[in-house]
């Protein structure tokens, strides 16, 4: 699937493309519509530590080309893509090169939640990096157990958090199965984030939740630019074009790379309007 060359008529509307220069020039489009961008180059679980060497030279080329295009964007990565299933030294080191070039060119590295068993290494990493370079973000998934005192935790340590509702399937010792509680316990830690979170991005494209987070802010006069949102890259773009109508910031997840299965296959998974799109396409 990731080698036919057909491969774009599928994922055109949720990828970029297979290069950087794809990348870019979606960036440079959300550019023009006043959104920032997320770069991710897709990949993750490497078996090789050189493709963890790789990866992280596709993120410094990225980082390159954003300085160069002066682009609103900053990069998004897994840790498993920079190798953390092969040597977790190894990968802080990949991390803290990433951290220290954006920090140099004024953006941030933003770190993707993956299963749960990555849950509390990836935390610790982050807090590690973070506390040397100041421009980390991490995503944290709504529907895991735990998540109320992770966001606590960051809160305290002033690290930015990105809130999404989590795409793996978990069991439910471990995560919330009911998309309902899901929801209301997303509800809920957004509004902890807005009020005591560092720049928090509310990683959602469900309308009830981005309404109720535009009332709360409103409610309780919290600035624009004390937060952001985050969709996703051809998911809801009449909503990324309304939030930016009304003022405030949206930042799109914008992934590229030949890497894109998986996170394809996840992006159908976990709502079924994205498989009817799908179908109709195909039907034409």
């Known amino acids: 699937m990731e080698t036919s060359p057909r491969a774009a008529f599928l ?33 993750e679980n490497v078996t090789k530590i050189e493709d963890a060497a790789a990866a992280r ?83 944290i998934q709504v529907y895991l157990h735990r998540t109320p005192t992770d966001i606590e935790r960051f809160n305290r340590l002033g690290i930015s958090v990105r809130l999404v509702k989590g795409a793996y399937r978990e069991l439910p010792d471990v995560a919330i199965q009911k998309k309902s509680e899901v929801d209301r316990a997303y509800s809920h830690l957004m509004k902890v984030l807005l009020k005591h979170g560092t720049y928090p991005a509310l990683g959602t494209q469900d309308e009830k939740i981005v309404n109720e987070a535009l009332a709360f802010v409103r409610a309780k006069r919290i600035p624009p630019d004390r937060f952001e949102f985050e969709m996703l890259l051809g998911i809801r773009s009449d909503l990324q074009k309304r939030v930016l109508r009304e003022g405030f910031r949206l930042r799109v997840y914008v992934p590229y790379g030949a890497a894109w299965y998986p996170y394809f296959m996840r992006r159908l998974a976990e709502r079924p309007a994205n498989v009817f799109f799908l179908l109709r396409n195909l039907l034409r």
């Open 11 to 43: 994922t055109k509307r949720f990828i970029a493309g297979m290069t950087l220069e794809d990348e870019l020039q979606v960036c440079e489009r959300l550019k023009s519509e006043g959104a920032f961008a997320a770069l991710d180059h897709l990949g």
């Open 57 to 139: 030279d596709a993120y410094l080329e990225a980082l390159a080309s954003i300085e160069t295009r002066k682009l609103p964007a900053s990069i998004s990565l897994k840790l498993t893509a920079l190798g953390l299933d092969l040597s977790e030294a190894a990968c802080v080191e990949h991390l803290r090169t990433l951290a220290k070039r954006a920090q140099e060119i004024g953006t941030r590295v933003e770190v993707d939640m993956e299963a749960s068993s990555y849950a509390e290494t990836t935390y610790r990493i982050v807090e590690k990096v973070a506390a040397e370079f100041p421009v980390m973000r991490l995503a």
